[in-house]
């Protein structure tokens, strides 16, 4: 999966956010997303890790 349909909080609505990066970790795969409108990024850890929720 390379896009992800997610709201972004510096756009105040839902943005198709892109991969910009993915290694697996102990604790599963860590991917890296941006937004290519505003730049805003988080990082989720298999899905159940979201630091946009922070």
Sequence with gaps: ?????????NCEEEQTFY???ATHLHLG???KWYCPECG???VRI????DSSAA
């Design 29 to 31: 795969l860590k991917t």
């Design 40 to 42: 805003y990024g988080f």
């Design 46 to 49: 298999d899905g159940d890790i």
């Design 1 to 9: 999966m390379r896009e992800l349909d997610h709201g972004c909080p």
């Design 19 to 21: 991969r910009a990066a």
